[in-house]
């Protein structure tokens, strides 16, 4: 399995829980506060890929196009960014 698809598959899942728990606590109902769950979900989602990201090898960099000086810095960004 490459890196890409692993990290493609959990991804996936993950966006999968959230939608889930979303609908599930908040039903079809759109508000503010499904809006703002939303962001929310993105954001751990964003910090959870940047964790991810800072512990690839340079070797698995290399085969998503990334070098380690781009995977530090993109792994340094802040949740809401």
Known sequence: ????????RECADVKRVDRD????????NTTAFDRMMEW????????RTRIHLSELSAE????????????RRESRRFFWD
């Open 1 to 8: 399995m490459s890196t890409i698809d692993a990290i493609e």
């Open 21 to 28: 728990l979303t609908t599930r606590a908040l039903g079809n």
């Open 40 to 47: 929310l979900c993105v954001a751990v989602r964003k910090h």
């Open 60 to 71: 698995q960099l290399k085969d998503i196009g990334m070098t380690p000086f781009d995977a």
